[in-house]
Nanobody
Framework: VQLVESGGGLVQPGGSLRLSCAASGFLFSASTMNWVRQAPGKGLEWVASSTGVYGDTRYTDSVKGRFTISRDNAKNTLSLQMNSLEPEDTAVYYC????????????RGQGTQVTVSS
């Protein structure tokens, strides 16, 4: 499993960023994929998920209406469009494959830093 995230950066409150994840080494189109994040001094937090076959999506309450997860099964890529960013969204964001019972067990990439600050 290889997952490579990109697209993070520094943005002002209210701004937008789009994260991308390139996946390889497994059957992406049949896999549930997630975005998880880890804020400074905190544990991993699940943010959003997309199922493989139908692309059904789910979000944690704090990002509903602001973040959109999407996937391109032909290109083995996962994306996260983040709008109306808040300082509380500051974290390292990881693309993660659902495998195992705990988020901490999910294979994930190296992460990309998102910092929301004025």
């Amino acid at each position: 499993v290889q997952l490579v995230e990109s697209g993070g950066g520094l943005v002002q409150p209210g701004g937008s960023l789009r994260l991308s994840c390139a996946a390889s080494g497994f059957l992406f189109s049949a896999s549930t994929m997630n975005w998880v994040r880890q804020a400074p001094g905190k544990g991993l937090e699940w943010v959003a998920s997309s199922t493989g076959v139908y692309g059904d999506t789910r979000y944690t309450d704090s990002v509903k209406g602001r973040f959109t997860i999407s996937r391109d099964n032909a290109k083995n890529t996962l994306s996260l469009q983040m709008n109306s960013l808040e300082p509380e969204d500051t974290a390292v964001y990881y693309c993660a494959l659902s495998r195992g019972s705990r988020i901490s067990d999910y294979p994930r990439g190296q992460g990309t830093q998102v910092t929301v600050s004025s």
